[in-house]
């Protein structure tokens, strides 16, 4: 019974001195495992983001020009007019009777020049043949000039009278979509009653943003050698999340800088068809509504090559971003970087990196300053971001 014991007892010592040496033939862990990518200059679109609402490029409050009683209302409120359509009519009678009166003023002040052109040239006559006085053609020159006179001010009676008759009709200024009515028919209205409804232009439309001062001048560093307005797009986010399909451009930069809020308002241009075939009770639909708040996105035209490396990269601390370059011995060595726009992906370095150079951008948390690495292939994720 002794042998097996003392056996096993041999084996556990052979075990305890055999362990030691195996752990010694391993020897300490290698430097650890990155993932690495190559510096690119790459396309990348510049974009800024603003606050702003959209706005039509024309509104028109449709306001009574006469006093009269409202007899009709012949749009749908809230439908699509075109311009010239009818959309009040006010009482006619009194204004028509008005140039009725004014047409038998012009006629009669007509008939009265007729006479004194007669009357005139009798006086001269009578005083070629040695039969009449100066003063008889005088009088009657000052009384023919008096007639013209009068003539011309019924004739001005007569367009004012028309005037005011056409005014009973009220027609759309401009092609738009219109308003609620705020009178209703039978009501009398004036001048004063205000605005009876309003027109709105649909297509296009402008979107209008503040942009602080010191963006501003980013822009215009940026773009004012490179085309100024026409160097630049605008897009527009909606309410919802969603990125609008058209785009627009630029059209307007204001004189001044507003005192309240330190910022230059810009406005863009961008287009606002009928959506597909939907209606809502025979409205064609469109996306942009005059003051809907959106989000402003202000992009180069065309993309620039940039030296660009993957989001994921980019470190930082109190002095700034940074990233890990691999030197020719895969030793890991801090660089301080300045980068310009960047997006959730790719960041454009500014300063501090050249293409070529190798960086870490996967494993970055087994990476010590001035320590050695093993470069691999980055995860499919970060690669992928990178395209």
Same mark, same amino acid.
């Given at each position: 019974?002794?042998?097996?014991?003392?056996?096993?007892?041999?084996?556990?010592? +052979? @075990?305890?001195? &055999?362990?030691?040496?195996? @752990?010694?033939?391993?020897?300490?862990?290698?430097?650890?495992?990155?993932?690495?990518?190559?510096?690119?200059? $790459?396309?990348? =679109?510049?974009?800024?983001?603003?606050?702003?609402?959209?706005?039509?490029?024309?509104?028109?409050?449709?306001?009574?020009?006469?006093?009269?009683?409202?007899?009709?209302?012949?749009?749908?409120?809230?439908? %699509? /007019?075109?311009?010239?359509?009818?959309?009040?009519?006010?009482?006619?009678?009194?204004?028509?009777?008005?140039?009725?009166?004014?047409?038998?003023?012009?006629?009669?002040?007509?008939?009265?020049?007729?006479?004194?052109?007669?009357?005139?040239? *009798?006086?001269?006559?009578? /005083? %070629?043949?040695?039969?009449?006085?100066?003063?008889? #053609?005088?009088?009657?020159?000052?009384?023919?000039?008096?007639?013209?006179?009068q003539l011309k001010s019924a004739q001005a009676q007569l367009e004012t009278a028309q005037i005011n008759l056409d005014y009973t009709e009220i027609h759309?200024?401009?092609?738009?979509?219109?308003?609620?009515?705020?009178?209703?028919?039978?009501?009398?209205?004036?001048? $004063?009653?205000?605005?009876?409804?309003?027109?709105?232009?649909?297509?296009?439309?402008?979107?209008?943003?503040?942009?602080?001062?010191?963006?501003?001048? !980013? +822009?215009?560093?940026?773009?004012?050698?490179?085309?100024?307005? %026409?160097?630049?797009?605008?897009?527009?986010? +909606?309410?919802?999340? *969603? @990125?609008?399909?058209?785009?627009?451009?630029?059209?307007f930069a204001n004189n001044t800088i507003g005192e309240d809020t330190d910022s230059l308002l810009m406005r863009g241009v961008i287009p606002n068809p009928?959506?597909?075939? !939907?209606?809502?009770?025979?409205?064609?639909?469109? !996306?942009?509504?005059?003051?809907?708040?959106?989000?402003?996105?202000? !992009?180069?035209?065309?993309?620039?090559?940039?030296?660009?490396?993957?989001?994921?990269?980019?470190?930082?601390?109190? *002095?700034?971003?940074?990233?890990?370059?691999?030197?020719?011995?895969?030793?890991?060595? $801090?660089?301080?970087?300045?980068?310009?726009?960047?997006?959730?992906? =790719?960041?454009?370095?500014? %300063?501090?990196?050249?293409?070529?150079?190798? &960086?870490? #951008?996967?494993?970055?948390? *087994?990476?010590?300053?001035?320590?050695?690495?093993?470069?691999?292939?980055?995860?499919?994720?970060?690669?992928?971001?990178?395209?």
């Open positions: 019974m002794s042998s097996p014991v003392l056996l096993r007892g041999g084996l556990s010592a +052979l @075990m305890i001195l &055999i362990a030691p040496c195996a @752990m010694a033939q391993l020897g300490p862990p290698g430097p650890p495992p990155v993932g690495v990518a190559t510096v690119e200059r $790459q396309p990348m =679109t510049q974009s800024y983001e603003f606050n702003g609402r959209i706005a039509a490029t024309n509104s028109v409050s449709i306001v009574a020009r006469v006093t009269a009683f409202l007899e009709k209302q012949l749009f749908v409120e809230g439908s %699509d /007019v075109k311009k010239g359509d009818l959309i009040y009519a006010l009482e006619r009678p009194p204004f028509q009777a008005a140039v009725d009166t004014q047409k038998a003023a012009v006629a009669q002040a007509q008939a009265q020049l007729d006479n004194a052109n007669i009357s005139l040239w *009798r006086a001269q006559q009578l /005083v %070629d043949k040695a039969a009449g006085t100066q003063k008889a #053609v005088d009088d009657a020159l000052a009384a023919q000039r008096t007639s013209a006179a759309a200024p401009i092609a738009g979509r219109i308003g609620r009515t705020s009178v209703t028919v039978g009501n009398v209205v004036s001048p $004063q009653s205000g605005a009876l409804t309003t027109v709105i232009s649909q297509d296009p439309m402008y979107v209008v943003f503040p942009v602080p001062t010191r963006q501003a001048l !980013e +822009l215009r560093t940026e773009y004012g050698d490179k085309g100024g307005f %026409d160097a630049v797009k605008i897009r527009v986010r +909606l309410p919802d999340g *969603r @990125m609008y399909g058209q785009t627009g451009k630029l059209d009928v959506v597909g075939l !939907e209606s809502a009770g025979g409205v064609r639909l469109r !996306e942009l509504v005059n003051d809907e708040f959106v989000t402003v996105l202000v !992009e180069s035209a065309k993309p620039r090559e940039v030296v660009a490396v993957p989001r994921a990269a980019i470190l930082a601390d109190q *002095r700034g971003e940074f990233v890990y370059v691999l030197d020719q011995n895969n030793v890991a060595r $801090q660089r301080y970087v300045r980068l310009g726009q960047s997006t959730p992906e =790719t960041a454009a370095v500014v %300063d501090g990196l050249t293409a070529g150079e190798r &960086i870490v #951008v996967d494993g970055l948390q *087994r990476v010590r300053a001035d320590a050695p690495v093993t470069p691999e292939p980055t995860s499919p994720a970060v690669a992928a971001s990178r395209n």
